[in-house]
């Protein structure tokens, strides 16, 4: 044999070897799909109901099949997830189904009906995500046992799915479509559109700031209103459909880069888990017109993590500390503070609560339209929400009986009802809308003009280790009419304590106004107030429906009654520079308070005007401050710091010297932060500069602030 000869054999049997490894790997991401969808637990005794509600013609008995309006919610899809099931139950070993002929008769029968009848609704999710899912789920559990002429009639309307559809915009739908695509080809065997498919979604895993997608914060934005949408379609459907198909191919040549799946991880870990009561449930502050559904309050699951950690080992601790949380193996024990100046979402944990700021600007809207109906009562959800969670399920399906116009931690002018959905979403109408932090503590400033109302307000938040101090001030109204900042309103959990006039006592269920209050208890936090302050303060039964505040149809009418706890301070009608300040101390019990309330908790509040706010913690020696416009504070006789424009800052003390400082600038506009502190510092670091002052014992530090798709982002320096 010529050397020629084995030369072209060699090749032959490589080649050939090549695409024996091809169709090995093509073969194993399929019968992994497979697999995955034969974990669900069947119920036997609901596939038997499921089968005599079949009618002769194949319909189910039950499904409206002629409302196909976006409201209606597009009932018909419950026909798809039958037939589903059904093949589940027949491909299932542990069914009594299994391989039955009659039931496959029965799947097949169901199927004929769907095509022949194509139901296209009104809302493109259906016609492009849910439908092409179920119809192409059952191909792959059963698609090989189907008449050729059904399999050729489901393959259009699986189709619909494709990447040029309306909805396979850059986001969380892309890669879901991307992925329906995917295991259509798995089932049809074209290796080569599956390859571009699959690179497609790798390619999905990326920064997208100022567009549709991951923000640089590691927020999402789902739509270019830039409204919050992170865990929503930035969880379930942009990272764990990117999470699901990395574990699909993950060892084959259709693997995912070690880079994009690590950058998932980091977005996982500093986005959405940062964005989750203790990583653990879900944050209601994140929640758009989906707050009026319904929901089980349980951990969320630990299958991304587990898929993670198939594919790498990068911040794996990390990960496993979060699993590990979800399965309730270890109590939470994360401090931190993150603010995401993409988003305008500020959160802050410690390992016995969480809390968290939601606001707008001129930069973004405030919620999502309320599409498809769901959501009609949320316009003044992102007014600077101040939600606080113990254990997570405080605000938990009260929504039906929520008065929508005291929203935990807003200032809200009290109209006769809202205004209508198509009023809901709103431009912010100010940019010095921020916060500065060091990842550990934080303070948050906003510049609120209500978008819906003639109202006016300045709000500030400073947050610490065991307490934070709520500020407002220049609160100002035009129209004839109540204006209220509401401290909560929150599940009623326990007896309502007060001290008032000297007097502690507890309060019957009721509404009332309560004069010269010095702190309130409730399900373990406490509210102090740092003056004696008249406040409004329900606890009683409340009733609503959760038809109430939705326009979908098929809504439960039942009248709900909840116990709720609402605190609110009456700013009266036509309020002009009006102000408050408490004090908010979670987890605490009412002795703690009776020792502790009189000194405020070694809080001082420097400043509450229209030019600044300013807070410091005697305990931690930490001030925050948020000047709206240039000016100086005083923090002690010895220790004065100016700023000579609008700007939010931090400071670490130690007695009258500096020791860090945090700068951020709300507004986005400049390039530099200019502060003049009292004392001498010869320092100098990559993005500052420090000139000393002998003669007026001061030092002018020159901050160097981020820019670009990091702007608003915090900068600290050490002195």
């Not at 549709?212 to 590691?218: I, K, L, P």
Request: proline share 3%.
């Amino acid at each position: 044999m010529t050397t020629t000869r084995i030369l072209i054999l060699l090749l032959c049997f490589s080649a050939y070897f090549t695409q024996a490894k091809e169709a090995d790997d093509f073969e194993i991401i399929k019968s992994r799909v497979v697999n995955e969808l034969l974990k669900t637990d069947i119920d036997d005794t609901r596939v038997e109901k499921i089968t005599q509600a079949m009618n002769e013609d194949g319909s189910f008995g039950g499904i409206n099949y002629e409302d196909l309006s976006r409201t209606a919610g597009f009932p018909q899809r419950y026909h798809t997830y039958n037939l589903v099931y059904l093949a589940k139950a027949y491909q299932g070993e542990s069914s009594d189904y299994y391989q039955d002929q009659a039931l496959k008769e029965t799947i097949t029968q169901g199927l004929k009906y769907w095509v022949d009848n194509d139901f296209f609704g009104d809302n493109w999710h259906n016609n492009q995500i849910s439908t092409p899912t179920n119809l192409v789920n059952l191909m792959l559990l059963i698609g090989d046992e189907f008449p050729q002429d059904l399999v050729d009639k489901a393959q259009p309307i699986i189709g619909r799915a494709h990447m040029n559809a309306s909805g396979a915009r850059p986001s969380g739908d892309r890669i879901v479509i991307a992925g329906i695509l995917a295991k259509n080809l798995l089932f049809i065997g074209d290796k080569e559109r599956f390859d571009e498919i699959i690179r497609l979604i790798e390619g999905e895993v990326k920064f997208s700031t100022g567009s549709r997608g991951m923000q640089h914060d590691y927020s999402f934005h789902h739509r270019v209103d830039r409204v919050n949408n992170t865990t929503s379609y930035g969880y379930g459907k942009y990272a764990n459909a990117f999470g699901e198909w990395s574990y699909y191919v993950a060892n084959t040549k259709y693997a995912f880069s070690r880079e994009r799946i690590n950058h998932l991880v980091d977005y996982y870990l500093d986005g959405i888990y940062k964005q989750m009561v203790y990583g653990i449930y879900t944050d209601v502050s994140v929640k758009n017109r989906s707050i009026a559904n319904q929901y089980d309050f349980k951990p969320a699951s630990t299958l991304e993590i587990e898929r993670l950690l198939l594919s790498t080992d990068y911040r794996k601790e990390e990960l496993e500390e979060i699993m590990k949380l979800r399965k309730g193996e270890v109590e939470p024990s994360q401090s931190f503070s993150k603010f995401f100046w993409q988003t305008e979402h500020f959160v802050f944990q410690r390992p016995n609560f969480y809390t968290t700021v939601r606001m707008y600007s001129t930069r973004n809207q405030n919620m999502e339209v309320p599409y498809n109906g769901p959501g009609k009562t949320t316009h003044h959800r992102a007014d600077g929400t101040n939600y606080l969670m113990l254990t997570g399920d405080e605000y938990h399906d009260i929504w039906p009986v929520y008065d929508w116009q005291k929203v935990s931690g807003t200032t809200i002018m009290q109209k006769p009802k809202l205004y209508g959905p198509e009023d809901i979403r709103k431009e912010g109408l100010r940019d010095f809308v921020g916060a500065v932090t060091d990842g550990l503590y934080g303070a948050v400033a906003f510049d609120f003009k209500s978008p819906h109302d003639m109202l006016e307000a300045k709000k500030s938040w400073f947050f610490f280790d065991e307490e934070y101090i709520c500020l407002g001030t220049d609160i100002s109204s035009d129209p004839n009419l109540p204006v209220s900042t509401t401290i909560n309103q929150v599940l009623l959990r326990s007896d309502v304590t007060v001290l008032q006039a000297d007097t502690t006592q507890q309060l019957p269920q009721g509404d009332r106004l309560l004069e010269d209050v010095k702190w309130v208890h409730q399900d373990k936090i406490g509210y102090i107030f740092p003056e004696q302050t008249s406040v409004h303060l329900s606890n009683q039964v409340e009733k609503g429906r959760w038809s109430d505040i939705t326009d979908q149809k098929n809504v439960s009418e039942e009248v709900v009654s909840k116990e709720v706890f609402t605190l609110w301070i009456d700013h009266g009608n036509e309020p002009e520079n009006e102000s408050y300040a408490y004090i908010v101390v979670p987890d605490v019990a009412v002795p703690e308070l009776e020792q502790s309330g009189d000194n405020n908790r070694q809080i001082k509040i420097i400043a509450n005007t229209s030019k600044v706010q300013a807070v410091k913690s005697n305990k931690l020696d930490i001030c925050q401050a948020a000047f709206y416009q240039g000016g100086e504070i005083e923090i002690t006789d010895d220790l004065k710091v100016s700023l000579e424009s609008q700007g939010m800052v931090m400071l670490q003390l130690q007695g009258n010297r500096i020791t860090q400082i945090t700068v951020a600038d709300p507004s986005r506009k400049l390039r530099k932060a200019l502060l003049t502190v009292s004392g001498i510092y010869n320092a100098e670091g990559r993005n500052f500069v420090a000139h000393p002052n002998s003669d007026q014992n001061t030092t002018l530090l020159i901050v160097d602030l981020p820019q670009g798709v990091y702007a608003g982002k915090s900068v600290t320096i050490e002195l």
